[in-house]
């Protein structure tokens, strides 16, 4: 009803962007794998690391590699996020030849099992989409010859079969640990979220009024109904947790579930 109407709720401004938008002008540029040519699809194509640099609103550090145009006199610039070890002047080897050194960049197939990789092409050829945070890796399971399949163990814990000609780094992604250290100050908390999106303060949906929240009003700060709403709730009532499987604390040692 139109007189019930409250007020049109935060998550449902975000979607409209405006003062939610990424704050995007001082990035370096999208960190992407090469593009897949012939010389990486047959051989492999040397490049070398021209500086290691920070990129405002991410985690990870990125890498300039330079490497020769394979069909016009000319160098090429691509910026790759950077894995840990990693140093100016460093070589790095892009292709199905090259060895499997840490900051290399091969098809999956072609890395043994238990292999540590990061930035790794879920379809092939996006140059780069899986395991890209700092700190972060997937592990190469298993390989499937007869598919061409290989299994990868995701940062997330979950396993995802992907094609064995996408590629991945070698190694796990620079700039881990960074939440180990706690950001004690709010204004610590401000800088951070500044550069990356309007995100910060969030103010909690029992703290406001009806009009404002499903969550708002009352006498005490409470919910006063479940926090759980499903799925295809209503855009102005969908707070809480959407589509909970499970809701409360983990308890107990997870059972690892590998369906192989």
């Known amino acids: 009803w139109p007189d019930k109407m409250g007020r049109v709720i935060r998550c449902q401004r975000k979607g409209a962007g405006s003062i939610f938008k990424s704050h995007v002008t001082h990035r370096k540029g999208a960190a992407k794998l090469r593009h897949l040519d012939y010389a990486e699809r047959h051989g492999y194509v040397r490049g070398v690391v021209k500086q290691i640099i920070h990129d ?3 985690g990870a550090p990125l890498a300039t590699v330079v490497f020769r145009d394979p069909y016009r006199f000319k160098l090429r610039q691509e910026i790759f996020v950077a894995t840990e070890g990693m140093y100016t002047g ?3 080897y892009c292709g199905k030849k090259a060895t499997l050194n840490v900051g290399n960049c091969l098809p999956i197939g072609n890395v043994p099992e238990g292999t540590i990789v990061c930035n790794v092409e879920e379809k092939v050829g996006d140059r780069g989409s899986i395991a890209r945070a ?3 890796y997937a592990t190469v399971v298993s390989h ?4 061409n399949r290989t299994r ?5 814990g979950s396993k995802k079969v992907l094609p064995s000609t996408s590629r991945a780094m070698i190694g796990i992604v620079a700039g881990g640990g960074r939440i180990d250290k706690p950001l004690l100050k709010a204004g610590r908390a401000y800088h ?7 995100c910060w303060p969030k103010v909690r949906g029992v703290a406001m009024n009806p009009v404002e929240h499903p ?3 009352g006498n005490h700060q409470h919910i006063g109904k479940p926090s759980t709403v499903r799925r295809d709730t209503p855009a102005g009532r969908k707070v809480g947790l959407i589509a909970a499987r499970r809701t409360g604390r983990l308890r ?4 690892e579930k590998d369906k192989e």
């Open 90 to 92: 460093q070589f790095v």
């Open 192 to 198: 951070k979220y500044k550069v990356k999106r309007n």
């Open 152 to 156: 990868v163990k995701l940062p997330s």
């Open 144 to 147: 499937n010859t007869d598919t």
């Open 215 to 217: 969550h708002g009003g």
């Open 134 to 136: 700092s700190g972060n």
């Open 252 to 255: 107990g040692s997870r059972k």
């Open 56 to 58: 405002p609103g991410r």
